[in-house]
């Protein structure tokens, strides 16, 4: 199913201190999407051209409270719904594995993105192909999981996407969104805090 981005706009860019080698080396470009029903939408692209550090934040201009964003996938045109999930966020797929939810949690290689429902099963699938090539998982309940995650992908399976968002910055661009307010728990606070001392 086709993917309807819409077109950034190049707000600004600079050259500024990177946080992994302290040289004036990081490149920073600032862009804005305006996205129907959730608003402007900010992405800081940064990369440092001495170490190779990256970076990529996105968030939705209008910060709300710690917040859980579901949306029950039951539509092939649900799969067109854009999300907007910053950094901090996790993201989990609901309905897809017997496990239990798939996960994708912040981390220090976690990255924002502005893509849409099916472009997040993409993510979750290329994670999956990795996993299943590691000979330590269990290889049969990994294919079990990439086969649901393809039969989501071609609007055949019904599943629901979760975003914890302890910022208040992640969106999900449909009317159906259900927003829900979100406990911080103290692992959630302290990651937020490392990631606040590494700025
Ligand atoms: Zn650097």
Known sequence: ????????VKLHEEKTKCPACNKETLEVQVY?????IIGPVTMAVGRCSNCGFTFRD????????????????TKPEHLNVLVVRAPSAT???RGLS???DLEMKPGP????????VEGVLHRFKEIVDFLCEDPEVNREKCLQVKRALEDAIDGKR???LIIEDPEGVSAIASHE?????MNIKNNTQTEKEMREDEN
Do not use: C, H, N, W
């Open 1 to 8: 199913m086709e993917q309807r981005l819409p077109e950034p």
């Open 32 to 36: 804005l999407y305006q996205v129907p």
């Open 58 to 73: 996105v968030r939705v201009a209008e910060q709300k409270s710690p917040q859980i964003l579901r949306l029950k996938v």
């Open 91 to 93: 993201v989990k797929i």
């Open 98 to 100: 017997e496990e239990g």
């Open 109 to 116: 290689v976690a990255d924002g993105f502005i893509t849409t």
């Open 158 to 160: 019904r599943f629901e």
């Open 177 to 181: 969104t259900i927003v829900e307010p």
